[in-house]
């Protein structure tokens, strides 16, 4: 009983931690990627009638000035992102200007 109290207590831990150190601009990108407009960015990209932004990236298909500038001004049922960007928690933690935090979805979504 104590051991496996001793193991959850360390589980724990480690994803405490693991929620706390979200702080290299990749960590980032994905807590945007996952939590902006409380539903993710996830919520309608992965979808598949949606632009499947990781794979137009990787094939050289979305420059990051577009992407900047679809999340700045939106188009058609894309909503403007930047302020849901600016509210992400780990976002406002690491004091990241808007290009920062654009720059961290971009890497991430490169990755
Ligand atoms: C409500 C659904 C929705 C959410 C939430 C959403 N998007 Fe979009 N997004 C769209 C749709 C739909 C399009 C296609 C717009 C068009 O057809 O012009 C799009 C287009 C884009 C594009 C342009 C892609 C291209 O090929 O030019 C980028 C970049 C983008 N979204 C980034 C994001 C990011 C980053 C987030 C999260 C911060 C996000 N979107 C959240 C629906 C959404």
């Known amino acids: 009983m104590k051991k496996s ?9 480690l994803a405490i931690s693991s929620q706390v150190s979200a702080n290299t601009e990749e960590e980032i990108g994905a807590k945007i ?5 409380g539903r993710g960015c996830g919520s309608c990209h992965d979808v598949a009638s949606n632009p499947q932004l990781s794979a137009l990236i ?3 298909k979305l420059p990051k ?8 001004e939106g188009r058609n049922g ?5 302020a849901a960007i600016m509210e ?9 200007t808007e290009d920062q935090a654009i720059d961290a979805v971009y890497e991430y979504l490169k990755k």
């Open 88 to 96: 992400v928690g780990p976002v406002k933690k690491a004091g990241y």
């Open 5 to 13: 109290f001793g193991l959850l207590a360390c589980v724990t831990l």
């Open 78 to 82: 894309m909503p403007k992102a930047s």
């Open 58 to 60: 990787k094939a050289g």
């Open 65 to 72: 000035e577009q992407f900047a500038k679809v999340i700045k």
């Open 33 to 37: 990627y996952e939590r902006a407009f």
